[in-house]
């Protein structure tokens, strides 16, 4: 390494581009515990006749407030070391700016009786930074699940989505979205079944995934089958809702 630091800083003096050039200068990954990855690029920070470069000398960086292999922390680029050198608001855009060099994605929790649960980091991170949640809340990372219950009791999206700090975990369906869900019946008419009209009187487990997948991959359920008790036949019996065996033009509409 040392060697070849020589050959880099020699180059650099000499002006030989060739030089530089052919040592090709690697991406450095920087893993971080709380904040995922960040990737540095001594290709685009060194491009020249760009605007959107730092178009510098290696001292520029490699000088002792940023030196190889030493790790340092964002109170220590605050303060003006390792990207801080530049990353200030003035000579580039500031360290408030997390997410440039942070890189997060989308989350998608995969729940058995509600379909996909959709995290969105950019919607959050409109109004709070990577502390509001890692790691008090969420390890960056597969955490362990985590029910509904213990949401309550103030785990994972119940520390903030209680009410106070922002909605409720009352309002289910602002995490587990559900729409309407149309069935082409050719002779009898088509039939809308309305989540809106029933997740007023029933929770999503006493639906999903004993009567339903949340999904596509339901099998199509005749009305002999319904009668016998299957689909929405298991509440439309005349006991807990009106029969399927009448009223056909209560399901049954255009
Ligand atoms: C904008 C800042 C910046 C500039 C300018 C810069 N570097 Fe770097 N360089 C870095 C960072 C950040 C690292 C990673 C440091 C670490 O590993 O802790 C690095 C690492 C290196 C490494 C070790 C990488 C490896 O492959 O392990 C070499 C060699 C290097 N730089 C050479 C150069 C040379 C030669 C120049 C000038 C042509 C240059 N750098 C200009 C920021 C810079
Ligand atoms: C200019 C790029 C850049 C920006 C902007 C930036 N970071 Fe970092 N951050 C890094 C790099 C690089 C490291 C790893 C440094 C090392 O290990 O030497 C790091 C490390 C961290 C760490 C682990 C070290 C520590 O301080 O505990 C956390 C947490 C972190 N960043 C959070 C944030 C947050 C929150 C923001 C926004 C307020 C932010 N970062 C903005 C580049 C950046
Ligand atoms: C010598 C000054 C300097 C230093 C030190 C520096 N940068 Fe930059 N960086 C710039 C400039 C200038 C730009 C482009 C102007 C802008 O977007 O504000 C830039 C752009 C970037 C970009 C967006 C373009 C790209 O490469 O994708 C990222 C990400 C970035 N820097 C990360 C880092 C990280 C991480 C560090 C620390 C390891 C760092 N920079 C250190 C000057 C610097
Ligand atoms: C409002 C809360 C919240 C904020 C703020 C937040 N995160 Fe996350 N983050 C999460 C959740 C939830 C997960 C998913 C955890 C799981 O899979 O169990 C996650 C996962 C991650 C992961 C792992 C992703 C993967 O591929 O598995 C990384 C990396 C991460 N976050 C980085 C960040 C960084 C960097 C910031 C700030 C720029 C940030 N997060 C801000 C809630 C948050
Ligand atoms: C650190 C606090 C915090 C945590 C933890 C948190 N949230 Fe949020 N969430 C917020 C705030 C604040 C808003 C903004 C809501 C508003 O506009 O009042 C929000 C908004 C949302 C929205 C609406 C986004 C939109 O605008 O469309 C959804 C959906 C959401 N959160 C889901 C989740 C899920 C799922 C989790 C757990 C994996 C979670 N949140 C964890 C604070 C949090
Ligand atoms: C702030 C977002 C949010 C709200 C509001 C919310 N959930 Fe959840 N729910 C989740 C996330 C995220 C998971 C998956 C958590 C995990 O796997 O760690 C989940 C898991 C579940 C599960 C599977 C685990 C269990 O508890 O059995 C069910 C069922 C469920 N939610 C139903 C509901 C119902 C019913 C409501 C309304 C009373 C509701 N959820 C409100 C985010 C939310
Ligand atoms: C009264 C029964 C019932 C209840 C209660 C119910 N569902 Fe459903 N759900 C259905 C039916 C019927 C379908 C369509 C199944 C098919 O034939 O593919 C469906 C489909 C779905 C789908 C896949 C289609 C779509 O909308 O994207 C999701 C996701 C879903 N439900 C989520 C939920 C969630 C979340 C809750 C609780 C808030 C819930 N459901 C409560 C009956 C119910
Ligand atoms: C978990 C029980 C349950 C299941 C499963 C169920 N329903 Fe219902 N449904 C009810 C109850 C209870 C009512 C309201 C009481 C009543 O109108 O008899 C209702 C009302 C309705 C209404 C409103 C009728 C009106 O007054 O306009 C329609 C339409 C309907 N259901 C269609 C369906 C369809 C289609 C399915 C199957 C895809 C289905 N339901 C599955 C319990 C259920
Ligand atoms: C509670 C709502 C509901 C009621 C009441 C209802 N149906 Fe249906 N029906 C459906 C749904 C939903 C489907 C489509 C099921 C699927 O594709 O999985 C369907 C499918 C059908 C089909 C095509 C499948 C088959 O069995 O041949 C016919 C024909 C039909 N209904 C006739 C009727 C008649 C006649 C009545 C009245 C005696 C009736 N339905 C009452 C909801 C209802």
């Not at 060697?3 to 880099?8: D, G, I, L």
């Not at 060194?46 to 510098?56: E, R």
């Not at 990353?87 to 509600?114: Q, S």
């Not at 362990?144 to 903030?160: F, L």
């Amino acid at each position: 390494m040392r060697f070849r630091w020589t050959a880099y800083i020699l180059a650099a003096l000499l002006g030989s581009a060739s030089l530089t050039s052919a040592l090709e200068l690697k991406n450095k990954t920087f893993s971080t515990a709380n904040a995922g990855k960040v990737v540095f690029s001594h290709t685009s920070h060194l491009k020249k006749k760009n605007a959107k470069s730092a178009n510098v000398g290696c001292k520029a960086c490699h000088n002792g407030n940023m030196r190889e292999n030493v790790r340092y922390t964002m109170a220590d680029m605050d303060k003006g070391k390792s990207c801080g050198i530049c990353h200030n608001g003035k000579k580039a855009f500031a360290l408030a700016k997390c997410t440039v060099c942070h890189k997060v994605r989308e989350i998608t929790f995969k729940v058995k009786e509600t379909g996909p649960v959709l995290f969105s980091h950019a919607k959050h991170l409109k109004t709070m930074q990577c502390g509001a949640c890692h790691n008090k809340v969420f390890k960056a990372g597969p955490n362990k699940r985590v029910d509904m219950a213990q949401m309550e009791r103030g785990k994972s999206c119940g520390a903030c989505h209680n009410g106070k700090k922002t909605f409720a975990l009352g309002e289910c369906t602002k995490c587990h979205p559900v729409k309407e869900k149309s069935y082409k019946v050719a002779d009898a008419g088509n039939v809308t079944f309305s989540h809106k009209l029933h997740i007023d009187m029933y929770k999503c487990r006493e639906c999903h995934s004993r009567l339903y997948i949340p999904g596509s991959g339901n099998k199509t359920v005749s009305m002999a089958e319904m009668e016998a008790g299957k689909s929405c036949g298991a509440c439309h019996d005349s006991k807990s809702a009106f029969t399927v065996k009448e009223s056909c033009d209560k399901c049954h509409r255009t």
